[in-house]
């Protein structure tokens, strides 16, 4: 290994190690927001995601029991019993001001004032004694514990998510969004692409270069005119607003163009020597697509689908157009723009919420990056 290394050169090292950091930069937040999704409020408020592993500590306050409670033991009276920690947790160390709550190590008695010694130890049992009777009008004595508290780790957070804060029903919604609209213009694109590059007919070079100038027209530009459109059908019709079917055809128009330009270009690169020998044995063109064209155009199909799937899943623009903010149809992303106005300060519910709007795409992006390279690429380069 340390000679293939040597054979490496320093421009190459350069690169690996760029590519590296960039993917640790861009695995952190994705990381701290898991984490910080798994822990308590209570412990996010004290400490970083970073140091969950390492277990926390806070400082709390607690009452021993009063002198009623004293009992004699010698020449000394003595208060015994057990401080309830909330939260659980072993006492570190414990002082009388809140200023200085780790004066006193655990295990070991505590000089006070006016002869009297308290002993506390971890598991919160402790002894309170004095060479005399307390006085019957003292007070039950205050005492500042710092308190190490392990890794704690809870599914608590989501499962408040998707039942309480309705993201789960939003889950499902985005999924009943995404799926089809990924589907839908891969289909029609396919078919397309494959007339543009075999097919000869009037007019072809010119969708082709009608294809290429709507890939520059901006989303905001024709959202109206198609929303407009799209309302007067519904009114023809009688087709109620705010359907799925409509955000699938809105989505499908939008992502047609793109897709058609890759999957032609990927498609006009294929051997045409294999095409050609199809049509010798009598082959249709829907023969020559379906058992052909298709099977060898799966990297460009999966690069296609994987922006297809992250553009449609992360759409809030056009979701809320063609959907509404109706809680039966709000989306994922909608959902969690209405969390942060209402629930802006329960870190622990955001987190919980954004790992469960990301981790759908980071499946899909895992499981289909090894074709994007090569999809893109061939998509981009070549041409018939």
């Not at 709507?214 to 198609?226: A, G």
């Not at 690169?269 to 155009?297: C, N, Q, W």
């Amino acid at each position: 290994m340390l000679g293939n290394l040597g054979r490496i050169g320093p421009a190459r090292l350069f690169v690996h190690g760029a590519v590296l950091l960039i993917v640790l930069l861009w695995l952190l937040p994705t990381l701290g927001i898991f984490v910080t999704a798994l822990r308590g409020k209570d412990q996010i408020v004290v400490s970083g995601w970073w140091t969950a592993f390492a277990g926390s500590s806070r400082t709390t306050a607690a009452r021993l029991d009063g002198p009623d409670k004293a009992k004699p033991d010698g020449a000394n009276f003595v208060i015994s019993g057990n401080i309830a920690v909330d939260g659980g947790g072993s006492i570190q160390s414990f002082g009388q001001r809140v200023q200085e709550p780790s004066a006193y190590k655990v295990g070991a008695p505590a000089e006070l004032e006016n002869g009297e010694t308290l002993t506390i130890d971890a598991n919160g049992s402790y002894r309170y004694q004095k060479n005399g009777p307390f006085g019957a009008d003292a007070r039950a004595k205050r005492v500042y514990l710092t308190v190490a508290t392990p890794p704690q780790f809870t599914m608590d957070n989501y499962r408040t998510v998707l039942a309480g804060e309705g993201i789960g029903q939003s889950f499902i919604n985005s999924l009943t969004v995404t799926i089809p609209a990924t589907v839908i213009p891969i289909l029609i694109a396919a078919f397309a692409a494959y007339a543009l590059a075999w097919m000869e007919f009037p007019g072809r070079a010119l969708l082709i270069a009608l294809v290429v100038g709507l890939i520059v027209v901006p989303l905001q530009m024709s959202l109206i005119p198609l929303l407009r459109i799209y309302n007067e059908i519904g009114q023809i019709f009688g087709v109620p607003s705010k359907t799925y079917p409509g955000i699938w055809m809105a989505h499908t128009a939008f992502g047609l163009p793109l897709a058609i330009y890759l999957l032609r270009n990927y498609i006009a690169g294929l051997p045409k020597e294999i095409i050609e020998s199809a049509r010798v044995d009598g082959a249709s063109d829907f023969d020559i697509f379906v058992k052909i064209i298709l099977p060898l155009s799966f990297p460009a199909l999966a690069s296609f689908a994987i922006f297809q799937f992250l553009w449609v899943w992360n759409d809030l623009l056009i979701a809320m157009v063609f959907l509404g903010t109706d809680k039966d149809h709000l989306v994922l992303t909608a959902a969690l723009n209405a969390l942060l106005g209402s629930r802006g300060g329960n870190w622990e519910i955001l987190t919980a919420s954004a790992f469960v709007t990301i981790i759908i795409p980071l499946l899909v992006f895992f499981g289909l990056q090894r074709y994007l390279v090569r999809g893109l690429l061939a998509g981009s380069v070549k041409g018939g």
